[in-house]
Each structure stands twice: as structure tokens, then as C-alpha cells.
């Protein structure tokens, strides 16, 4: 079946923009994570939702970034007034089961340059 | 903060078994011992957990010492495809996923 898969793959923008990358989770998966990634560096969690809700987004850096899962499906990750320290791969993992009881399967990750 | 210590990077011979250690001398009871692996321009792939006994699945074996302070993840046949950053993670259920830096493994034909 269909993996976790992101879009866009590649992000350029220019500092200052605002961005959206989107996350489609694996169909009837529960759990679902966003986690940040820079170069040479281990991913970083930044918010999680189960379904619709989120119940924790203690990773978020900074009120410029947003996530939303409205219908406890598809999450997009919003980032405003882009600075160049958002430039990193951001990736999202999904799994079936409540807050991390089990395994994450991980997206391909979209990877944010800003200018 | 991580609570794991992996080495930075390691070689591993085609063919031969990867042995990759973890240590995690301040784990506590009710931790589990997970492995993801990073192939480049991939997302992490789970690998394989345990939490007391040795596991094993069609991937990779997982031996963890009695007073569970370390482990040692086994890849029985490294391959190229094996070559990836792979990362040791202690954690209880529902906890957060916190990666470190993790083990460069580079298999050399």
C-alpha cells in the first residue's frame, strides 16, 4: 500500500515568505508527527496530533510555525515570514496507534531552502 | 536530550555481519530499546525494539546486555543498500521519538 508522502519535495524561498508543506499520512493512521531535520543532524519532533487534534507541540521553535490536520487526515505545516534557520528537511511520520505506542512510518521529508 | 551514545561512524565489509553498539547506561524499566535507520534522502525506516529480551525479524537482530545498559544491533549480511545513518532510541510508550546524531555505517564492497 501507499506509503506516508510529502509535497513538495524541494522548497525554495526567498526569506520572508510564508510556506506550506503538506503531509499525507498513511490511510487510517491515528498518530501523526511532524519532526524538523538539519543538515547532519538527527530529525527533531515539533508537533503531534491524534486525529484532529493536536495534543502536543512543545517542538514548535517559534509562533511563525503552524500545523493543522482539520478533517484528522492530510496535515499541513505552515511556516510564516521564513528566516534562513528554517532551513531544514521537515518530516512527517504517521502511525496506527495512540501517541507513539507504535512504530512511526516516516515521508520523504520536504526540504526547505530559504534564501 | 538523547539518552543514547553511538559511535559516529563505522565500516562494514559486504557480506560480513554489521554490529552496531548503543549505549544507554541510564535507562530505566520501563524504556524500550528502538533502532530507525536513514537512508540518504529517505525518511527514517523503523528497524526494530525490544525492551529485556533479544529480537530478531527479517531485518536486523537486536541484543541488548542483562543490566541493559547497551545494545547491539546486528545486521547479519550488510549489503550497499544497508549503507544509512541508524539511530538508537530509548523511550517509553507514548513518549516522544528523540534522535541523535546516530551511526554513519558505510558498507564497502
Known amino acids: 500500500g501507499a506509503g506516508v508522502s510529502q509535497s513538495p519535495r524541494y522548497k525554495v524561498a526567498k526569506r520572508g515568505q510564508d510556506v506550506a508543506l503538506r503531509c499525507d499520512p498513511i490511510?487510517?493512521?491515528?498518530?501523526l508527527f511532524w519532526y524538523q531535520q538539519a543538515l547532519g543532524q538527527g530529525p527533531e519532533f515539533l508537533t503531534y496530533?491524534?486525529?484532529?487534534?493536536?495534543?502536543?507541540k512543545s517542538g514548535l521553535p517559534s509562533d511563525r510555525f503552524f500545523a493543522e490536520r482539520p478533517e484528522g487526515s492530510v496535515s499541513t505545516l505552515k511556516i510564516q515570514r521564513t528566516q534562513q534557520e528554517d532551513s531544514a528537511v521537515y518530516l512527517c511520520?504517521?502511525?496506527?496507534?495512540?501517541?507513539?505506542?507504535?512504530?512511526?512510518?516516516f515521508g520523504p521529508g520536504t526540504r526547505l531552502t530559504v534564501l | 536530550d538523547a539518552k543514547t551514545t553511538q559511535p559516529t561512524s563505522m565500516d562494514c565489509a559486504e557480506g560480513r555481519a554489521a554490529n552496531l553498539p548503543c549505549n544507554h547506561s541510564?535507562?530505566?524499566?520501563?524504556?524500550?530499546v528502538y533502532w530507525y535507520r536513514q537512508i540518504h534522502s529517505q525518511g527514517p525506516q523503523y528497524i526494530i525494539h525490544?525492551?529485556?529480551n533479544n529480537e530478531t525479524n527479517e531485518m536486523a537482530s537486536l541484543i541488548i546486555t542483562e543490566d541493559r545498559k547497551s545494545s547491539t544491533l546486528i545486521l547479519p549480511h550488510a549489503t550497499l543498500r544497508d549503507t544509512a545513518v541508524y539511530y538508537c532510541?530509548?523511550?517509553?510508550?507514548?513518549?516522544?521519538?528523540?534522535f541523535g546524531p546516530g551511526t554513519r555505517l558505510s558498507v564497502l564492497p
Open positions: 511520520a504517521s502511525s496506527w496507534g495512540l501517541a507513539g505506542e507504535n512504530e512511526q512510518f
Open positions: 490511510s487510517g493512521h491515528v498518530s
Open positions: 496530533f491524534q486525529n484532529e487534534a493536536q495534543l502536543d
Open positions: 541510564t535507562i530505566s524499566g520501563n524504556e524500550y
Open positions: 525490544g525492551l529485556k
Open positions: 532510541i530509548v523511550r517509553t510508550l507514548g513518549q516522544n521519538f528523540v
